[in-house]
């Protein structure tokens, strides 16, 4: 063998050596850190891990609940990757979890694909109406996020009007489409450190979508279980304004973490906000509201930064909020960058202006409130809708 090929050889050996791997010990240890929601112990004293195995290309592991209509499956994983991470350090990578019910539950007899088991916290996006800037808000939040250095998705669920495509300044962007065992798998665009799913890759944008709303739902959940997501931290949802099948396919679908509410100041805007909060607070759907964000809580021309025009009130979300009991997580001015990011694909957020850090203050209190909510209460569960 040539100098050459020794060098190589040498190269691969070290970067081996080079990569923590992780004993079936410091493993199980992270792992007893799990408490089931509904039985009260942790995953590993119920005899849930049957498998583990940790090499150069991460940890695997199988758990066994003891039957497949497990509610809280989706969420446990989520949490074990969470939990890894936080009790093993960032060197520790989940490279797959299996899960092997021991009895299988009704028709339930096919192997079917986990749907989003590397997402660990899914945020749905919300607003009572249109044109308080939603898209805008989890477009820059979602960048945000993604600025602090968390693995970061965003779906577009605003079937009927998707404009996060032209956010991203990718409205000629076509998804590419792998196929493996007899299912296509559609691969995210990756931009701005963003992953990002929307209809609007998949029409023409001078196209109006008119569809039903069961077509809108399916396709949701194509771009929900055929989206090739991998590793998140957070997953953002934008949903359509108000209450539609689009939010209850979602909240079936997948355990969403919690929800954040957009509204701008404006009575009107405000009125419909409560809709929005009350609708996921309703003992149907159950999701944790995280907060409000109010946008355009004031207007601050750019020659004049330090001036504020409340031209849609004054601190009506900060006030519903104190009403609703729930965080006001954000007050996003009016700024013409905002806009003018948005209309060229090229978002407030990536900069340090005055705006951009003020997504930036937003994506953290975001995380300290998903933190928060995933420390004080039990995870989320899809909603079973039986007629």
Not at 5 to 23: D, E, P, T, Y
Not at 266 to 287: C, H, N, P, W, Y
């Amino acid at each position: 063998m040539s100098w050459h090929g020794l060098q190589i050889r040498a190269n691969i050996h070290w970067i081996k050596n080079c990569i923590v791997m992780f004993s079936k010990e410091q493993i199980l240890k992270a792992l007893s850190k799990i408490i089931h929601p509904e039985k009260g112990k942790d995953i590993v004293t119920l005899g849930m891990i049957s498998e583990i195995e940790s090499s150069e290309n991460g940890i695997s592991l199988t758990i066994t609940p003891e039957k497949s209509n497990d509610p809280f499956i989706t969420s446990i994983k989520s949490t074990i990757v969470r939990t890894i991470k936080d009790v093993l350090g960032s060197d520790a990578v989940i490279n797959e979890i299996k899960v092997q019910p021991k009895v299988m539950v009704g028709k339930q007899q096919e192997k079917q694909r986990e749907i989003l088991p590397g997402v660990t916290n899914i945020i749905a996006v919300a607003s009572g109406k249109g044109g308080v800037g939603k898209t805008t808000i989890a477009v820059n939040l979602s960048i945000s996020l993604a600025r602090k250095g968390y693995n970061v998705g965003l779906l577009d669920a605003d079937v009927f009007g998707p404009s996060v495509p032209k956010m991203f300044d990718a409205e000629k962007y076509r998804p590419e489409v792998r196929r493996e065992n007899n299912v296509d798998y559609i691969i995210p665009l990756t931009k701005y450190g963003v992953r990002v799913l929307s209809t609007g890759f998949f029409v023409d944008p001078a196209d109006a979508v008119i569809w039903r709303g069961p077509m809108a739902s399916n396709f949701l959940k194509q771009l929900i279980t055929q989206g090739e997501w991998g590793v998140l931290d957070y997953l953002l949802v934008d949903l359509p304004p108000g209450t539609s099948d689009i939010h209850l396919t979602l909240v079936q679908e997948v355990p969403v973490t919690g929800a954040i509410v957009v509204s701008t100041p404006q009575e009107v805007a405000l009125a419909d906000a409560v809709k929005g909060i009350s609708m996921f607070r309703s003992d149907k759907i159950d999701v944790p509201v995280l907060g409000l964000v109010e946008n355009m809580s004031w207007f601050t021309p750019e020659e004049l930064p330090e001036n504020k025009y409340y031209i849609f009130g004054k601190e009506g979300g900060k006030k519903l909020a104190e009403k609703m009991k729930v965080p006001l997580l954000g007050q996003i001015p009016l700024v013409q960058s905002i806009c003018e990011g948005s209309d060229n694909g090229q978002p407030v957020a990536l900069g340090d202006s005055l705006t951009g850090n003020a997504f930036m203050a937003l994506a953290g209190e975001l995380i300290e409130r998903v933190n928060k909510r995933n420390k004080d209460k039990r995870p989320t569960v899809k909603l079973q809708i039986t007629k």
